[in-house]
Each structure stands twice: as C-alpha cells, then as structure tokens.
C-alpha cells in the first residue's frame, strides 16, 4: 500500500454522522417515520419527552387550579364587600384587582416550572409597574382619592354639594372623577383628587336648616319696637318647625344702621321657598311699622378755608 494514501483512507474510515459532544438531547430533525425509525426514536429520547411532558401537564394543571382560585377569590371578595354595605363599584374593583394578582403570580410560577427565570422577570415587572405608577401618578391619585370617597362616603348621589369651588347636586361618583350639576343646568367633572383634598361643605346632609335673613334698621327706631315687628314676621312664615323657637337677634350696631338677624328653622327642601318668603315679611313689616332700612351714608365735613377760597 502506498504511504501516502494511508491518510485518505483514515479519513473515510471515519464515521460520517458523529456529531459533536453539545449536541441537543433530542433530535428533532431527519426523523425515520417508519414504524422501526419512530420505535427508535422513542427509545432513545423517552426520558426526555416524558420529562417535558410532565412539566408540561404540571404547568397546565396548576394553571387551571389557579385560574379555579381566582373566580373564587373574585366572587368571594365582592360578595364579603357587598354584604359590608361598600358600593358596588368599589367591591367589582376590588374583587377584579384580587383575581389578576393570583392569575398573574400563577403565570410566574408556570413559566418557572420550565425552567425560565422568574426572578429576572419579576424585577422586569416590577421595573414595569414602577415606570407605568410614575406615568400615571396623577391617575392613580385620583383612583385612590375615588375609592377613599366610595368608603367614608361624605356625600352621596343626590346630596347638594360644595366641592372644590362649585356648588351643585352629585350626579355620579365614579373612581376617577365626581359629576356634579349646578342650579342653572351646568355640568361639573371633577376630580377626585382635587375633591378629596379640598373642603367638603355637604349642604342637604341634614334633614332640617336654619334660614337667616339680616337687616338693618334706622338709629332713630327703639329697639324693643323693632324687635317686636321682626318678631310678627317671624311668626307669618308658616311651615317653620313648630318644636324649634325663632330668634331675633342683635348682632351689631353698624355705621349706617342697627344689624338684626332674623332666624327660622324649616324641613331641608323648604329653605329657598322660605328664605324669600320670610325676607319678604320682614320688609312688609318694618313699612307698617314704619321703621327705616337705610342705606350707607357717609357725612362729608368742608374744612373753613376751602369755604373762603
């Protein structure tokens, strides 16, 4: 045999189809689909398929469990707040917001079962939410404030209202924003944000309120006569309430005029009605009585010598 050929035949001695010490553990291409290509092809990979497999059916199972848990846990939580008297959009928030966490803690878990790396991930959801919560600070200020506003509830729909410099009828609460309709028909969206941190006057709280209407007299009236004639105007109002007495009240002696006030208590819904009623009656019956309401004055005194020049 010649020596220089030894090299050449070496090399086609060798086996053509070694593959390399990293190769896959299943090979998943150039498969024999024959019957005795894929009885040989299971019994060499049967570990590891049945070990994905497995992981696999773990995974699917424990998925299905969480998402069973989760419906649960919904319906549990809205049913607990409901029955605590908490407003229905507040226990649907609430149930819904418990019902994603146990889902997406689930996926976490899942994925981690295969293998992948949860913990990289968690931080890339939780770097994730820190970036959406700084977007949306404003937002979720107002989600907040919303849902503070749903559970101490210092108004309600219906209620008259002084918010955040507007005084009007609440005509929804929602998480974000209050609806508020003024007297003359405006629309008012407010936000919660600003509703919350604001003072909050709630005008038709209370079944019963006091209408006060102040006038000033001449100097020249007497006092007791006066007091007298407002107290006949008082008692004209007929739907104040019987069990609480009426008030006439001195409250000043001012620049121009005595200041009285003149006080009934009435039913909530009857306070505008009344409030012009008895300022009415308090005019009528100061005329009759012939007592003055003057106006402001102001006594101008000339010096001499302007007189003289």
Known sequence: MDPDQQPADADAQAPVDA????????????IDLSPEGLQAFWTNNSEVILSYAASALGALVFLI??????????????????????????????GTVARWAIVIVAIVAALGMFGVE???????????????????????????AGIMLLLFRPFKVGDVVTVAGQTGTIEEIELTTTILDTVDNRRFIIPNGDVYSSVIENISHHQERRVDVNVGCAYSA???KTR??????????????????????????????????????????DFWSTKETLTRAVKIELDRAGIGIPFPQMDVHLDGRLERA
């Open 65 to 94: 469990l969480a998402f069973i848990l989760a419906g649960w846990s919904k319906r549990v939580i809205t049913g607990t707040l409901r029955r605590t008297k908490v407003d229905e959009t507040v226990a649907r928030f609430l």
């Open 19 to 30: 593959a390399p010490d990293d190769a896959p553990d299943v090979a998943i291409t150039n």
């Open 222 to 224: 007497d006092i007791d």
């Open 118 to 144: 949860t913990t990289s991930f968690a931080a890339v959801i939780a770097a994730a939410g820190l970036a959406i919560a700084l977007s949306f600070q404003g937002a979720l200020g107002n989600l907040a």
């Open 228 to 269: 007298e004639t407002l107290a006949r105007a008082a008692e004209s109002i007929a739907n104040r309430l019987p069990d609480r007495d009426y008030q006439i009240a001195l409250t000043g002696l001012g620049g121009s005029s005595v200041d009285w006030a003149v006080r009934v208590w009435v039913k909530a819904e």
